[in-house]
């Protein structure tokens, strides 16, 4: 059963920092590249980074550009999403995707950021 687990959201004040973690069971981790994506209420879902599937390529949009770390473990098939800076306006679910011959979402992680 292919499982994709988000966890490291939560509330944090703005300039402040979270580390998301994406678990992946079920398929051969090491063989996909994963993206990570958010969707602010009322907005449309967008890519903020992406990873190989060896961690030798990355990329992240301009909007985040500076402030995320994008990076995985093939011994622990988890992917991360070290996020600094952050912004009222990165209030969003964040959700991972694992990229290969299929393609597999996880459920997502609220983060908001306020004071």
């Known amino acids: 059963q292919v499982q994709l687990v988000e966890s490291g959201g939560g509330l944090v004040q703005p300039g402040g920092s979270l580390r998301l973690s994406c678990a992946a069971s079920g398929f051969i981790f090491s063989n996909y590249a994963m993206n990570w994506y958010r969707q602010a209420p009322g907005k449309e879902r967008e890519l903020v980074a992406s990873i190989s599937s060896t961690g030798g390529s990355t990329y992240y949009a301009d909007s985040m550009k500076g402030r995320l770390t994008i990076s995985r473990d093939n011994a622990k098939s988890t992917a991360y999403l070290q996020m600094n800076s952050l912004k009222p306006d990165d209030t969003a679910v964040y959700y991972c995707?694992?990229?290969?011959?299929?393609?597999?979402w996880g459920q997502g992680t609220q983060v908001t950021v306020s004071s």
């Open positions: 995707k694992a990229v290969g011959r299929y393609y597999y």
